[in-house]
Nanobody, 123 residues
Framework: QVSMYESGGGSVQSGGSLRLSCVVS????????LGWFRQAPRAQELVAAI???????SYGDFVQGRFTISRNNAENTHYLQMDGLKPEDTAMYTC?????????????????WGPGTLVAVSA
């Protein structure tokens, strides 16, 4: 049974920063592609993803260097550092994990999801 939960969401002013965390259990973490997706009100979109070995990352076009995804295999946790937040970044952010041999960038490729954490950015 895979269990995942996010933390670190909240309210911040434009230009501020947040760090999201996602703890994963019940899955061979070091062999998993990990991702962050967001939704509201637009369709679900990739925020960031990282390969099992941590050497490859992928970001949504809107990120433009503002966010950084990372992973700590010893703690079964991955992170999304978000700097330079904008009001249009307001959304529910959800972490995802899936055993893989490469970085997965599409939501349909992930079978394991957290409940989500809300990020609200005010102007």
């Amino acid at each position: 049974q895979v269990s995942m939960y996010e933390s670190g969401g909240g309210s911040v002013q434009s230009g501020g920063s947040l760090r999201l965390s996602c703890v994963v259990s019940g899955l061979n973490f070091k062999w998993a592609s990990l991702g962050w997706f967001r939704q509201a009100p637009r369709a679900q979109e990739l925020v960031a993803a990282i390969s099992p070995d941590g050497t490859s990352t992928s970001y949504g076009d809107f990120v433009q260097g503002r966010f950084t995804i990372s992973r700590n295999n010893a703690e079964n946790t991955h992170y999304l550092q978000m700097d330079g937040l904008k009001p249009e970044d307001t959304a529910m952010y959800t972490c995802a994990a899936q055993p893989a041999t490469r970085v997965l960038t599409r939501a349909s490729e992930y079978r394991n999801w957290g409940p989500g954490t809300l990020v609200a950015v005010s102007a």
